[in-house]
């Protein structure tokens, strides 16, 4: 069974792969503070932080529009591609929580799990910070202690995401049913399960959508035994 991250790796996920000094920032030493070097409150690279900077500042130009002058029909598309564009962060945001478990930055810091650190980091709710790092488990692919490149499980997953067709609630509530999905079911049988949720989450909230994951946890695991 896929093995949702919550905590500390398990026998069904691969231990993350542990950083170099040299992902750690600088030497990989740990300060006083219990940070690494390039932790918490150091810069990003020149290029991530242009793009920050392109998209705060698209952000003002939203903000300061003067939306009474704008007609209902496009007011409401507006709204439609702003959800569309907010949307895909949430795919930086499951790459980010993603890199920090593979490197295993926590273990280093002393913390308990990547979501635990990015709860503390953060200040998300653990639900959220569980949400990205098992999202980024069956989506992006993983690698084992000896280098060896494991395929994701669910990429389709992210696609989704950037998209902005999935949001982040949409994406746990996925996340959650895809990871319950006995490894004794077939691979179409669980593609369909993939395809399905995918394909229902363009016209379904997140709640709705949980009606369809659940139906679709009955299907492959009627009896909950395996």
């Not at 029909?73 to 980010?96: F, H, K, P, S, W």
């Not at 990015?118 to 989506?139: E, S």
Request: net charge negative; proline share 6%; charged share 25%.
């Amino acid at each position: 069974m896929f093995s949702a991250v919550d905590a500390v790796p398990c026998g069904g996920m691969p231990e993350p792969a542990r950083a170099k000094p040299s992902q750690a920032g600088g030497d990989g030493s740990i300060d006083g503070d219990g940070a690494a070097d390039g932790g918490v409150g150091s810069q990003p690279p020149a290029d991530a932080r242009d793009a920050l900077a392109a998209i705060r500042d698209g952000i003002a130009a939203l903000r300061d529009q003067q939306l009474w002058m704008i007609g209902q029909d496009d007011l409401l598309g507006l709204a439609r591609q702003v959800e569309q564009a907010a949307r895909t962060m949430y795919g930086i945001q499951v790459r980010l929580a993603g890199e920090i478990h593979q490197r295993g930055i926590a273990g280093m810091l002393d913390v308990r799990s990547a979501a635990h650190l990015l709860h503390q980091t953060l200040t998300i709710t653990m639900a959220d910070a569980r949400g990205r790092v098992a999202a980024a488990a069956i989506a992006l692919p993983g690698e084992t202690p000896t280098g060896e490149v494991i395929d994701p499980a669910a990429p389709e997953l992210l696609d989704a995401i950037d998209q902005g067709v999935v949001s982040a609630g949409q994406a746990r509530v996925i996340t959650r049913c895809l990871t319950k999905i006995p490894d004794t079911v077939d691979e179409p049988t669980a593609k369909l399960c993939r395809d399905t949720l995918l394909a229902e989450a363009a016209g379904r909230d997140e709640n709705r959508l949980a009606q369809i994951a659940d139906h679709s946890q009955l299907i492959v695991d009627p009896d909950g035994r395996l």
